[in-house]
C-alpha cells in the first residue's frame, strides 16, 4: 500500500480488526521510509447483479422494492417488521450466491411469494395478485387452488 504522507509503495500492517458491522477491515499501516501510520479499509468488492424486467431492460437489484411490495401485501395482516426483513434478507442471499449475476424479476417473485406463503396465506395472495398480474379468474383460481391444496396436505390441516 502506497504511503500517503511520502508516497512509498513499502509499508506494514501493524493492526488489523473488523469495523463494528463485520464488513470491512480497519488497517493501521505504517511507512517503512518515512514510519508515519495511516488507516486503510479493506471490503470485498461485489458485482452487482442485475434484475431482467419482463421487457428486456436490466436494471441493479434493489431490495428495498421487495421490501415495499411486502409491506402493501402485508398491510392490516399479523405480519411483523422483523418476518418482512427476514423475507428481504433470504431472498437477496439466495439471489446473490447464484452463480449468474442476473437474475429475472420472475425468478425474484417466486422466491418472495415462497417465503410469504408459509406466513401469511391472505398477504401471499396479495403479493401473487400484484406479482403474477392475473389476466382472468382462472389463473387466480389456479393460485386458490394450489394454496388449498397444500394445505390440505400439511401436518397442521391433518392435526387439526
Known sequence: MRCVYCGRADSRVVDSRPTEDG???RRRRE??????????????EMTPLLVVKK??????????????GLVKSCEKRPVSALQ??????????QAFSQL????PTQEIGELVMERLRGIDEAAYIRFACVYRNFGDIH???????????SREGSPKAESG
Do not use: H, N, W
Open 100 to 103: 449468474d449475476r442476473e437474475i
Open 139 to 149: 389463473s387466480f383460481m389456479d393460485v386458490l387452488s394450489g394454496l388449498l391444496e
Open 31 to 44: 511507512c517503512e521510509r518515512c514510519g508515519r501510520r495511516f488507516t486503510t479499509y479493506e471490503k470485498v
Open 55 to 68: 421487457d428486456g431492460r436490466r436494471e441493479v437489484f434493489d431490495p428495498e422494492k421487495i421490501r415495499q
Open 23 to 25: 464488513g470491512v477491515i
Open 84 to 93: 418482512i426483513d427476514e423475507i428481504v434478507a433470504g431472498v437477496e442471499q
